[in-house]
């Protein structure tokens, strides 16, 4: 049971139009949340991310929305660069104590297009 | 960039023989983690550190087995290997438990299992 859904695998923006990129949860104990992005070869890389008690956080050309009540996320990307063509990965912790890791979401591809 | 390496970065093996993969740190950071990434799956949790010769089983540890006997070394044994494990396997380091703090990743190592 997928407990951190991206349900658009692929995504194709214009270059310096806005990417928005949708990730839902299942686990009402999550209450950290990040996103990762990824280029080929390479390990992911931390982006931005959002605690529970927010429902925004802004860095730069990027912001993560969190609506607690639909278990939903978002990051807005503006403008859309070409750089930002990579995998982009959701994740989700609990913060009750332990150290066993994120849980991943299966990614969605961004493609800026020129 | 967080001080983290992992080796080998690819290697072929055969069915049923060991493999041991290193995942080495120079941040000093208490919690360590091995994931795998298969296309469809996203980053899936294999085992995980919280401290020297402290560790635990993620979601997908069947057929693996780790040890962290210094800080800044992180192993990864598959037993017997299989062609299943094939994958692209990251290390991942944090100096916070889940929830507090972001994880950085290595380069990952890519596993093909013939």
């Known amino acids: 049971d997928q407990q951190v859904k991206q349900n658009s695998p692929s995504l194709s923006v214009q270059e310096g139009r806005i990417s928005i990129l949708n990730c839902d949860y299942t686990n009402s104990m999550f209450d950290y949340f990040l996103w990762y992005k990824k280029y080929p070869a390479e390990g992911p890389t931390f982006l931005i991310s959002i605690s529970s008690i927010k429902d925004k956080n802004e860095d730069g050309r990027f912001t993560v929305f969190l609506n607690k009540s639909a278990k939903h996320l978002s990051l807005h990307i503006v403008p859309s660069q070409p750089g930002d063509s990579a995998v982009y990965f959701c994740?989700?912790?609990?913060?009750?104590?332990?150290?066993?890791?994120?849980?991943f979401g299966k990614g969605t591809h961004l493609i800026i297009q020129p | 960039d967080a001080g983290i390496t992992q080796s080998p970065r690819h290697k072929v093996t055969e069915t049923g023989t060991p493999v041991t993969l290193r995942c080495h740190q120079t941040e000093n950071h208490r919690y360590m983690y091995w994931y795998r990434q298969d296309p469809g799956h996203g980053l899936r949790l294999i085992h995980y550190?919280?401290?020297?010769?402290?560790?635990d089983k993620g979601e997908v540890s069947d057929g693996y087995s780790v040890s962290r006997s210094k800080t800044e070394d992180f192993l990864l044994t598959l037993e017997s290997a299989t062609s299943s494990q094939t994958s692209v396997y990251f290390c991942?380091?944090?100096?916070?438990?889940?929830?507090?703090?972001?994880?950085?990743f290595g380069q990952g190592t890519r596993l093909t299992v013939v």
């Open positions: 550190s919280y401290g020297v010769k402290d560790t």
């Open positions: 994740a989700a912790s609990d913060s009750g104590g332990g150290a066993d890791g994120l849980t």
């Open positions: 991942a380091i944090s100096d916070l438990p889940r929830g507090s703090a972001e994880a950085f």
